[in-house]
Each structure stands twice: as structure tokens, then as C-alpha cells.
């Protein structure tokens, strides 16, 4: 059998693009490797086709070739491929190196050992020098690329294995003096001199290289395969800040390079930068990055290197270039940038993050590098006089406050900016005072995220910067005063916006958590015990309650014991009462509390859990108490007549989820009654208890649909249909929800998510009442015209199959039919709450089918019905 051709190649890629490791462990997957080499090989397959194989070899070389074996014998094969390729132009020797490379490596077959990594690097070291590997590879025209390619391998396999090239310095440095600014070939060069710089005996090797003849010797590949296991934890090529100063030197500032070496590396550090004009602003800002690592803390002049570099990109409107020009910063600090050209880069980083024609992302940037800046001190409550003064002044920031019309990430980012203007201020500024201004900041966002119907994003970002401004002036009393005096406004305005509170107080620190804990708590305490925020008040008390506060605490949960009717806030107010036994505030008047909660609340689950309570703190110690309450189940397990040793049991008082005990369908329709219902099959899977079904539609398609109650469910034995009315808004199918609710054997709560239930347009028909006999054809035919000219119609042909117009209409109309002359002729009027009428005009049937005539005055309803007609034909 001969190779696939192009389309059977076709299918198996996209079969295995659509799922790799499915597609490996099928009967097809098992040799999907070897028969992409050897169709690499044959002549059959076309170019395109092969191009194509290659591309899946570089995305999946991991997965088609694993393990070392495998992927030393792919790149064996991939350079036989390679070399005996005919002279000629071919778009696939660029590929196949680059599969070389990638097999090589992500099949952990690079080291000395491998016969194809010994026969890749001279190939690519030739090629990268513009050396004709012989065997006429490939024409004049394609050198250049080729070149290109070598380049970008030889840094993978640097990148892979730092140190690699090492050696080979000196011959990359005289290809670039040969061939001119090279862009691979730059990149190439600056990468191994970065990773040179890391180890003694790397930067030993390059320096060495540096002075040797810039040729390529006979004989192996100049390469460093081994390492200094103490080296490699510097090796880091795409580490995301400097490295440490004081971890000592290393590499090139460690080995003190004679004057030669010294003077050829300054040679080729200028000769790379000299060039770096010519290169991408991508590649510009990588070849800065990777020379100001390679030279940090260098002895000498070498930094002075990149001042031509710094005066020419001080002006530049490229982000990648001012980040590499802000890393030189952060890595030679005085020593490269003079106090006028700190000012100048300050006041460039300014005014572009004012400027209003610049997208989002790159005003975040410009603020992100103000709020970064070396001389500018961290957010935090230090002493001042401990760090140096911010060079960011308030005249340099005066178009930088933040305002409530900006975007929440551009206004938190300024928001930290003020902070640091207010930490650092000492009011002797003209004008108005930054503090006072962040005061009026803070005020205005509390005042939007205030109103009735606010967005959420509204309350968020107002307590988002609430917790900016707490972490920025933590050493500022009068304002954090302000500040909690302000939050607790907040929470008597709208007590709707606890969950926030809540969150904000598990975050912010000592300076002000406790005096927000403590408004907050009086501002819950002086309220009613009822009302409809009252679920609120118990959220926000069980995160703020006290022992200091017992009494009143205990005053305000008995007035509201009588207000917590539903099982939410019985569990609310349960919670409160579980946080005051964790923290050990027991009495006469908790156990009280919980003795009338056993008997008074209407929730069995709840009467359960508060006589629970009640039985643990008259029986246990407050030690063993906070034990068995723990929120964790790691707290050590608790020791007692009344329960048994489990880790589990604050689990077991909880409602939690498990696996639903019984399957729910959707039965036969029954036409009646005066509002649409659903007939609901149950089948158990398992026992269960005092069944509760809660239904809920998203959107506002339906009303509030009431809950059903199955007192006992047992496999084996039946359970009766029940019926859940329905109450739609819109004549319209939905997608009900369910949740049930019920009681284990053992006596647990749990809760389960049912799948779905669809509700089609034909579960909401209701008939109309029949008319007097006689009166059917003119009771439809008025109903006929009073739809128009308010509603809608339309004609539609609707197949029957082999039966007939009677027992189609019989099977799914019959109980709408209002006048009918059988076999020929049916006239149906349908109404559809909550005010809607369909009619249907059957006439002329036809063996094949009938022609239907529809007629709504609801128009959004006539699609709906042409679908379900649709839907009722043999075909569908």
C-alpha cells in the first residue's frame, strides 16, 4: 500500500489537530510519526503537502517524538531529508531545520551524545557564517534566508541550553563585522554573550574566543555541552527583572578581564549598539536587555556604552523601546543616567500618560512605569524619614489626578499615584492640598456606588480604591478616620453592599480593620431587627461580632428571630450564633437564645441545627467548642459522648451538594385547566426524604414558579405525576432550572442540581371554551378577523406522511379544535397565555401533505408556531 495522498493526509491532520493524544492512542496514531518521514522522503507527495507535514512536526514534535530514541532518529532523518534536496529553490529547507531543531529539543536529545545534534550545530554554525555547507545547498538566492533561519535555531538551542555557543563569540562577531547588521545574527550574538557572562567558565570561553581568529576551526563544533552545576541558577535567559547585586559578582564582573579582553569586549559591545538603530523595535529593545545584563556592574567604561543608545530612545514613542531604556535604568542606574535625565524620562513618562489619543493598555503602561520608577518609594506605611523624596512632584502629577469619568483601571493606577503624592507631601505645596483632593475622590465614589440600582462595577471600584488608599496612608490617621467614617455612611445608605464590605475587611490591614469592624458593628446594632435588609445586617454581624458587644448582639438576634421566616436567614441568624460559640462568648444568654431558636424557627434543618448548638456549648469547653466549629476540616478532631470522633463534622452540619436521587422528565401534555402546567415524571434513584423541587426560568420569561413536595421517594415503588403550573410573561419555550432539596437515610441535608427541564410553546396551549353547538364556524371566524390588522400571518405546507389529516389532527390538535368537516377540513384557535390567540386554517388536505394557514395577533409568536408545525412532520 502506498503513501496517503494529499487528501487522505488532510483528514488525519485534522483528526489529529482536533485531539492529539486521542488520535495517538487510536489504531491510526501509532505509526502517524514514521509516516510523516517517510512521506517527507517520497517524491509523491507535493511541496504544499510537505510544508504542511513539517508545520505539524514543529507544532506537535512532542508528542509525535517523546522520548530521546524517537526524537534522535526524526532529526537523523529530517537531515538526511534535508541534504538531499536537489540544488534547485525549494520551500522546504527552512522548515526542515527548523523540525530538526525543535525535535532535538523537545525530545531531550541535545547533548554531546547525540550523533544529529553533532551533525546540526557545524550545518547551522556554517550557515549562520554564510559558509556553503557543500553538496550545493540550495541556490545563491536563498542563502540569506537560510542564514536567517540558522540564526533563530542556534538562539533556540542557546536558549534551551545556556552556554552553548559560548566559544563560538568570536566567529559570530567576525560574521557580523563580514555580512553587516544581521538581525538574527545581532540577537544570536548578544544572547551568548549574556549567557557567557553568568559563568566563570563561559565568560573565560568568550573572552578567549574574542581574541582568537574569527573562522570556524576544523573539527568539532566549538561548543560548551556541560555546565557548572553553581552557574546554573543564573542561567536564566527569560527572567523577568536584574539579577540581585548583592548576590556577588559573577561571570564577566567576577573573572576582571585583562586590557585586550576588556577592549575587544567594549569593541563588540559597540559594534552591536551602533548597529541597533537598523533593527525592529522589538529586536532593539532584546538586544539592550540582553548587553545590559551581559555588562551590569562591569568595572570601567562599558556603560557608558549605551549613552548614545539612551540620548537617541529618551524621545522615543515606542513602548518596547522605553521599557528596555527604563530596564538600563534599573541596572546602571547613576552610573548611566545623569539627575537632568532622570528628570527629562520622569517628565516623558508624565505627559504621555496624559495624552488623550493614547488606547488603554498604553496608558496602564506609562502609569505602571511612573509608579515603578527606581527613585520613587514603595506604597506602605515606612517611615518617611527612612526613604529618600520622590522625584514625581505634585506640579509634574497635576494632569495625572484621577477623576470619576476615567476607565476603573486608568483611575486606580492615578488613584495610586495620589497616594504616593500624599504620603510624601508635606502640605507646603500651592494649591489644593493632594490629600484633600483623594478625600473628595473617595467621597464621590461612595456617593455613585450609593444609589438605588448602581451596577455592581460601580461598588467594586469604589471599594477597590478604598483599599488603595488604606495600603497608601497607613500612617495617616485623620485620613483613615475620614476614610472609615465614610465606609460606614456607606453601609446605612445601602446595606445591600455587605458582601464587599466583608471582603474588604478580610484584606485591608491593623491601621484600619478594627475601627472599621467597630462602626460597621454599631451601624448593624442600632438598626431595626426587620426589614429587607435584615440579611444583610446578619452577613455583616457574623464578619464584625465581638465579646465585648455580647450583650447587644444578643439584644438585636432576639428582635430578629421573629423577621427570619425563609431557610436563608434562619441560616444567617444560625451563623451569627456559630461565630459567637467559635469565639467563646457563652452565657446564659446565647444558650437562651438558642433554646427559643430550637423551638421557635420554622426551618426543621434549622430547629436541627440550633438545638445542635445549644446540646454542644451546655456539654463542651470553649477550647473543645472552637475546635468542633472549626471552618477547616484539618482542626483537630473533636472528643465527645455526644458525636463521634470525625475531622468531617463541620461538614455534616452544612448543607452540601451531592449527586441527584431521583431522574425528572417531562410527560404527556394534558390540555385544561386555567393556566398551563407541566406533568413531571419522577423516578428515584435512591432514598430520600421531604423531597423539595425548586423550578426557576432565566430571564423574565416566567413568573415565580412555586415549589413541589414529595414527602417519601424509594426505588422500586412509583411515584404519582405531579403538575408545576406555569406563569409565562411571554408566549415563549424556555429552559427551567431545577434544584432539589431533601433528607438522607442518616439524617443529612443535601442539595442537588436536577438537569434542565425544556418547556416547548406546545406545553403553554390552553383551549378555548367550546362554543354552543353550531356556532364553531362563526365563533373561529371571528376570532379569524379580530387578529388583524394588529397581528400577523402566514402560509406554510406541512407533510403527513402515510396518515392522514384526522389522525394527524387527532395525535397533536384535537383537544383545540373548534370546527372541523373530517377528513378535509380543521379549524384550530389555541390561546397562549397570558393574553395571546394561534389560529390555524387546515383545509384541502392533499395525500402528501395540507396547506396550513396561520393567523396570530402576537406576532413573535408566528415563528414559534411555524417551527413546532415544522416539527410535527414525519421527517422531523
Not at 417 to 438: F, I, M, Q, T, V
Not at 664 to 677: E, K, M
Not at 778 to 800: I, K, T, V, Y
Not at 815 to 830: G, K, L, M, N, Q
Amino acid at each position: 500500500m502506498g503513501p496517503p495522498g494529499r487528501e487522505a493526509w488532510a483528514q488525519r491532520l485534522a483528526a489529529f489537530r482536533a485531539s492529539p493524544a486521542a488520535f495517538l492512542a487510536g489504531p491510526d496514531g501509532e505509526d502517524l510519526g514514521r509516516a510523516l518521514l517517510d512521506d517527507l522522503r517520497s517524491e509523491r507527495p507535493s511541496e504544499p503537502t510537505k510544508v504542511s507535514l513539517l508545520a505539524l512536526s514543529l507544532e506537535f514534535a512532542a508528542q509525535l517524538w517523546p522520548d530521546a530514541p524517537a526524537a534522535e532518529a526524526a532529526a537523523t532523518c529530517l537531515l538526511d531529508t534535508l541534504l538531499l534536496l536537489p540544488p534547485r529553490p525549494s520551500a522546504l529547507r527552512r522548515p526542515l531545520l527548523l523540525a530538526a531543531t525543535t525535535v532535538l529539543v523537545t525530545g531531550g536529545a541535545l547533548s554531546p551524545s547525540s550523533a544529529a545534534a553533532r551533525r546540526l550545530l557545524p550545518l547551522l554554525l556554517d550557515l549562520a557564517a554564510g559558509r556553503d555547507p557543500g553538496r550545493g545547498f540550495g541556490p545563491a538566492s536563498e542563502q540569506r534566508p537560510l542564514q536567517a533561519t540558522a540564526c533563530e535555531c542556534l538562539r533556540e538551542l542557546e536558549s534551551c541550553r545556556p552556554g552553548l555557543l559560548g566559544g563560538c563569540v568570536g566567529l559570530l562577531r567576525g560574521v557580523l563585522a563580514r555580512e553587516g547588521p544581521v538581525q538574527p545574527l545581532g540577537l544570536l550574538l548578544a544572547l551568548a554573550l549574556r549567557h557567557a557572562s553568568g559563568s566563570p567558565t563561559g565568560a573565560r570561553a568568550a573572552l578567549r574566543s574574542l581574541l582568537t581568529a574569527a573562522e570556524l576551526p576544523p573539527g568539532p563544533a566549538p561548543c560548551r555541552w556541560t555546565l557548572e552545576e553553581e552557574d546554573t541558577g543564573r542561567l536564566r535567559p527569560h527572567a523577568s527583572s536584574w539579577p540581585d547585586a548583592q548576590a556577588g559578582p559573577c561571570g564577566l564582573v567576577a573573572l576582571e578581564p585583562s586590557p585586550q579582553e576588556a577592549r575587544e569586549l567594549r569593541a563588540l559591545v559597540t559594534q552591536l549598539l551602533d548597529a541597533s538603530y537598523l533593527l525592529a523595535p522589538a529586536a532593539q529593545a532584546q538586544l539592550l536587555w540582553l548587553l545590559g545584563w551581559a555588562l551590569r556592574g562591569l568595572p570601567g567604561p562599558p556603560p557608558a556604552l549605551f549613552k548614545p543608545q539612551l540620548v537617541r530612545l529618551l524621545g522615543t514613542a515606542q513602548v518596547t523601546l522605553l521599557h528596555a531604556v527604563l530596564g538600563l535604568k534599573a541596572a546602571f542606574g547613576e552610573a548611566l543616567f545623569t539627575a537632568q535625565d532622570e528628570a527629562l524620562l520622569l517628565r516623558r513618562l508624565a505627559l504621555a500618560a496624559q495624552h488623550p489619543a493614547l488606547p488603554l493598555p498604553s496608558q496602564l503602561f506609562y502609569l505602571h512605569c511612573l509608579l515603578r520608577f527606581p527613585e520613587n518609594c514603595p506604597l506602605g506605611p515606612a517611615a518617611k524619614e527612612a526613604r529618600p523624596p520622590l522625584l514625581l512632584s505634585a506640579p509634574l502629577c497635576r494632569g495625572l489626578l484621577p477623576s470619576l469619568l476615567q476607565e476603573p483601571p486608568v483611575l486606580l493606577a492615578r488613584l495610586r499615584l495620589l497616594c504616593l503624592l500624599c504620603a510624601e507631601g508635606d502640605g507646603e505645596e500651592p494649591g489644593p492640598s493632594p490629600l484633600r483632593y483623594l478625600e473628595m475622590l473617595l467621597a464621590g465614589l461612595r456617593q455613585r456606588a450609593a444609589l438605588d440600582g448602581a451596577p455592581r462595577a460601580s461598588a467594586a471600584l469604589c471599594f477597590q480604591a478604598s483599599y488603595l488608599a488604606a495600603g497608601g496612608l497607613a500612617g495617616q490617621s485623620p485620613t483613615l478616620s475620614t476614610l472609615t467614617h465614610g465606609l460606614a455612611w456607606l453601609y446605612r445608605t445601602r446595606p445591600a453592599l455587605a458582601p464587599h464590605f466583608v471582603d474588604l475587611l478580610n484584606k485591608v490591614g491593623p491601621e484600619l480593620g478594627p475601627p472599621l469592624r467597630g462602626v460597621l458593628r454599631q451601624e448593624v446594632l442600632s438598626q431595626p431587627g426587620g426589614g429587607e435588609t435584615l440579611r444583610w445586617h446578619l452577613q455583616m454581624l457574623a464578619e464584625v461580632v465581638t465579646a465585648e458587644a455580647q450583650g447587644a448582639i444578643l439584644q438585636f438576634l432576639r428582635a430578629a428571630a421573629p423577621h427570619c421566616a425563609d431557610w436563608g436567614l434562619q441560616q444567617a441568624l444560625l451563623r451569627v450564633c456559630r461565630v459567637l460559640l467559635r469565639g467563646g462568648v457563652g452565657g446564659g444568654g446565647l444558650a437562651d437564645l438558642l433554646q427559643v431558636l430550637a423551638s421557635q424557627l420554622g426551618d426543621p434543618d434549622a430547629r436541627d441545627h440550633a438545638r445542635l448548638y445549644y446540646m454542644l456549648l451546655a456539654h463542651l469547653a470553649a477550647p473543645r467548642l472552637a475546635s468542633a466549629l472549626a471552618p477547616s476540616l484539618a482542626a483537630p478532631a473533636l472528643t465527645s459522648s455526644l458525636v463521634a470522633e470525625n475531622q468531617g463534622f463541620t461538614a455534616s452540619l452544612m448543607i452540601q451538594e451531592a449527586p441527584a436521587p431521583l431522574r425528572l422528565s417531562v410527560g404527556p401534555r394534558r390540555a385544561g385547566g386555567p393556566t398551563p402546567a407541566l406533568q413531571l415524571l419522577v423516578e428515584a434513584l435512591e432514598p430520600a426524604f421531604s423531597l423539595e423541587l425548586r423550578f426557576s426560568a432565566p430571564g423574565q420569561l416566567y413568573g415565580p414558579l412555586r415549589a413541589l413536595h414529595v414527602p417519601c421517594l424509594h426505588p422500586g415503588r412509583p411515584a404519582g405525576p405531579l403538575h408545576l403550573p406555569l406563569q409565562p410573561r411571554r408566549p415563549a419555550p424556555a429552559s427551567l432550572d431545577v434544584q432539589a432539596l431533601y433528607t438522607t437515610p442518616s439524617g443529612h441535608t443535601r442539595h442537588a442540581c436536577l438537569p434542565p427541564l425544556p418547556v416547548g410553546l406546545a406545553d403553554l396551549f390552553l383551549p378555548f371554551p367550546q362554543p354552543p353547538d353550531g356556532s364553531g364556524p362563526r365563533f373561529f371566524e371571528e376570532l379569524w378577523d379580530a387578529c388583524l390588522p394588529g397581528g400577523a400571518e402566514s402560509r406554510l405546507w406541512c407533510p403527513l406522511g402515510s396518515q392522514g389529516l384526522d389522525a394527524w389532527v387527532g395525535c397533536h390538535l384535537q383537544p383545540f379544535v373548534v370546527a372541523a368537516r373530517p377528513p378535509t377540513s380543521y379549524h384550530v384557535a389555541i390561546r397562549l397565555p397570558p393574553d395571546s390567540r394561534l389560529l390555524l386554517r387546515l383545509e384541502a388536505a392533499q395525500t402528501e401533505g395540507v396547506p396550513v394557514a396561520l393567523r396570530t395577533d402576537n406576532w413573535a409568536v408566528l415563528p414559534l408556531a411555524g417551527d413546532y408545525l415544522r416539527g410535527l412532520s414525519p421527517a422531523a
